[in-house]
């Protein structure tokens, strides 16, 4: 536990600040944004596990980051206060997969205890963020008014998808490098900013779609410089 610690440190203040930068900031921007932990993350792959950065893969960066930066110029919806928590929201996300993938090296567990031992750790630190919130005393004083059959439905369904994605990242991480895993995993971001824009009915510009499609174009690159080896 005390070795795992260190990850789950990470994986904690992860949920948390995107918890409070989709409070500030609209879901295709938070997916936009989450790009540029990619930056992070192969430069931590570089210098502790001596990953190659390639050509192909620079070029993907560029791409990625270029939606980015144009994709929140085109924001007229900037909140300070948004920007602030997704800086600390890329940093604390390529803390955790880098820690994740040194951990699935060094310690010996079945994924499924991984995954146990990150969400048991986890527990303590948000139900004392929770009570420093009000959250709790929130909770109790409405008794059994939120729990109705459709809230029950909704945390169960959370919780069963928190535990499928807590298990395929571990083995993903596990099976490739973290580099591999980031950017690959950008590819979800082109169906969880089309269903941000469908649910949420998040407002997207001609210009806004297209710096997304643009940024969303990196992750595409970096699988072609993976497999080609360019």
Same mark, same amino acid.
């Given at each position: 536990?005390?070795?795992?610690?260190?990850?789950n440190?990470?994986?904690?203040?992860?949920?948390?600040?995107?918890?409070?930068?989709?409070?500030?900031?609209?879901?295709?921007?938070?997916?936009?944004?989450k790009?540029?932990?990619?930056?992070?993350?192969v430069?931590?792959?570089?210098?502790?596990?001596?990953?190659?950065?390639?050509?192909?893969?620079?070029?993907?960066?560029?791409?990625?980051?270029?939606?980015?930066?144009?994709?929140?110029?085109?924001?007229m919806?900037?909140?300070?206060?948004?920007?602030?928590?997704m800086?600390?929201?890329?940093?604390?996300?390529?803390?955790?997969?880098?820690?994740?993938?040194?951990?699935?090296?060094?310690?010996?567990l079945s994924?499924f205890?991984?995954?146990?031992?990150?969400?048991?750790?986890?527990?303590?630190?948000?139900?004392?963020? /929770?009570?420093?919130?009000?959250? !709790?005393? $929130?909770?109790?004083?409405?008794?059994? %008014?939120?729990?109705?059959? *459709? @809230?029950? &439905?909704?945390?169960?369904?959370?919780g069963?998808?928190?535990?499928?994605?807590?298990?395929a990242?571990?083995?993903?991480?596990?099976?490739? /490098?973290?580099?591999?895993?980031? !950017?690959? $995993?950008?590819?979800?971001?082109?169906p %969880?900013?089309?269903?941000? *824009? @469908?649910? &949420?009915?998040?407002?997207?510009?001609?210009?806004?779609?297209?710096?997304?499609?643009?940024?969303?174009?990196?992750?595409?690159?970096?699988?072609a410089?993976?497999?080609?080896?360019?």
């Amino acid at each position: 536990a005390l070795r795992w610690l260190p990850v789950n440190m990470c994986f904690s203040a992860m949920l948390v600040t995107s918890f409070l930068a989709l409070k500030h900031m609209n879901v295709p921007m938070v997916t936009i944004f989450k790009n540029l932990t990619n930056i992070l993350i192969v430069a931590g792959d570089w210098k502790f596990n001596d990953i190659p950065i390639t050509a192909g893969v620079a070029l993907s960066f560029g791409v990625m980051l270029c939606g980015a930066v144009a994709a929140s110029y085109q924001d007229m919806e900037f909140n300070a206060s948004g920007y602030f928590w997704m800086a600390c929201n890329c940093c604390s996300t390529a803390g955790y997969v880098l820690s994740m993938k040194n951990a699935t090296q060094t310690i010996k567990l079945s994924k499924f205890g991984m995954v146990f031992y990150n969400n048991i750790l986890s527990t303590p630190i948000m139900l004392l963020l /929770s009570l420093m919130k009000g959250e !709790i005393t $929130g909770l109790l004083a409405a008794g059994m %008014t939120p729990w109705t059959p *459709y @809230f029950s &439905f909704i945390n169960l369904y959370a919780g069963a998808m928190g535990f499928l994605l807590n298990l395929a990242s571990l083995w993903a991480v596990s099976n490739t /490098s973290a580099t591999t895993y980031a !950017i690959i $995993g950008s590819i979800n971001k082109v169906p %969880t900013a089309l269903l941000g *824009y @469908f649910f &949420f009915q998040t407002p997207i510009s001609a210009q806004g779609a297209t710096f997304i499609g643009v940024s969303m174009v990196g992750g595409f690159i970096y699988s072609a410089a993976k497999l080609r080896k360019f």
